[in-house]
C-alpha cells in the first residue's frame, strides 16, 4: 500500500494480500503505553485468541506482568493464538 493513496485495506486484501487481517482497536491495558509491559491487552481485545497458530519453536510469549530486561518470563500461547508479543490474561 502506498501513503496517501485510494488503497485501503479492503482493496489490499481484494488484490490478494492480507487475507486475515483486520483493523480494531487492540484494547491495551493501558490507554497510554510508556513501557514495554504496558502493552498488555485486555480480556475484551480483539487480538486474543485471533493469531496464526506458527508451530512449536514460536509457541511461547511474554507471560502479562513482564517487564524488561530484568524480569521476562514466557507463557505457552493458548489453543487459539493471540496477536502481538504478550500471552493475554
Known sequence: MLFDTADNLAGWQLAGFDKHSFVADPKFVSAA?????????????PDLGTGGA??????????PGSTWPSGVTTATQPSSWDIGAFIGP
Open 54 to 63: 506458527l508451530g512449536l519453536p514460536m509457541a511461547t510469549g511474554l507471560a
Open 33 to 45: 503505553p510508556a513501557a514495554p509491559s504496558d502493552f498488555v491487552l485486555e480480556p475484551s481485545s
